[in-house]
């Protein structure tokens, strides 16, 4: 997620080469980002800190507490920390800053690697108006942004964090589907990305809910209705409700099993 803001942030023209450093344990995987894009590279958390105005701190969960405890001595209240890391509250990263330090958190999805993602934020006690629209500039280099409070992000975690893997799921399904009436594999799968892309554009762009849209497809007696029939019957809407609570569930349980 890290290299996907990075390339993001330069597309959009948000600052230069110049200016943007990535660190990382990985040297190999840091030579390659060197060579590809012709940025600064560093192993060395807290000088890059130092440096820096605005870090992101894109790294998993289990390892937030060790780069926190690199950089913190460098950080003021004059720079801005944004928190990629999944679970982790402003709150528990606050109580490992200086005082006054600004912390912005972000929750984005898996379409961010392609600039179509979604990112939702909030912000911590010490953060001010302009530092989530700076964040927000920054997040939405790769797609959309809302900002939400920090209790709700869980939730957010459980729709749109996970979300794309349900879509996959139902790519998939709908590819297999076309498989067993007897179409190719390639078209099938073709004709079932597209209607899921093309479906959900028109929900974006019309405005109108997806209730109203379905039944515009929705004849009587037709194709359709037959086939809702048969999606209501197996639980369709109810296993896509049941995994965004699901996950849900599992966004607070790790958040509670991290390590302190």
Known sequence: MGQALAAGILEAGLTSR???TITDVDTAKLRKIKENWKINISEENRKTAEAAQII???VKPGVVNRVLEEITQVLTPQKLLISVAA???TSSIE???PQQVPVVRVMPNMPALIREGISALCWGKNAKEHHTQLASEILGSVGETV?????QMDAVTGLSGSGPAYVFTLIEALSDGGVKVGLPGKLALKLAVQTVLGAAKMTAQTGEYPAVLRE???SPGGTTIAAL???EAKGFRDALISAVEAATERSKQLRKERPR
Not at 147 to 151: G, I, R, T
Request: hydrophobic share 50%.
């Open 87 to 89: 679970g982790v509250t």
């Open 18 to 20: 110049q200016e943007i």
């Open 56 to 58: 992101i701190l894109a």
């Open 216 to 218: 515009k497809v929705t």
């Open 147 to 151: 900002v939400v409070e920090e209790q």
């Open 229 to 231: 029939h048969q999606l």
């Open 95 to 97: 109580a490992q800053l």
